[in-house]
Nanobody, 115 residues
Framework: QVQLVESGGGLVQAGGSLTLSCAAS????????MAWYRQAPGKQRELVAD???????TYADSVKGRFTISRDNAKNTVYLQMISLKPEDTAVYYC?????????WGQGTQVTVSS
């Protein structure tokens, strides 16, 4: 059973930065994509950013230019670097790894941005 362990969340002031990490508990073969989602209170979970097996990235419009997703295949780890954080970025952030036919989710890490 693969588990995803997230770290790096916390409380930060608006304009600050955080870097989230998500590491798989063991090696995963044939990872196709890695992604970060977030869910704010009372809202649906939304895609923040994803990165494909060849490094192609996509971002939600709300985070473009502020967030950067990256991956380390050797470490089965995906990162999310966040700068210029805003109060509306406050949410629980979840990582997801897809290795067809399996999809793995992290347990979530809280990011709180104070104004």
């Amino acid at each position: 059973q693969v588990q995803l362990v997230e770290s790096g969340g916390g409380l930060v002031q608006a304009g600050g930065s955080l870097t989230l990490s998500c590491a798989a508990s063991r090696s995963i073969i044939e990872i196709s994509s890695m992604a970060w989602y977030r869910q704010a209170p009372g809202k649906q979970r939304e895609l923040v950013a994803d990165i494909g097996s060849y490094g192609r990235t996509t971002y939600a419009d709300s985070v473009k230019g502020r967030f950067t997703i990256s991956r380390d295949n050797a470490k089965n780890t995906v990162y999310l670097q966040m700068i210029s954080l805003k109060p509306e970025d406050t949410a629980v952030y979840y990582c997801k790894i897809v290795a067809y036919p399996y999809t793995y989710w992290g347990q979530g890490t809280q990011v709180t941005v104070s104004s």
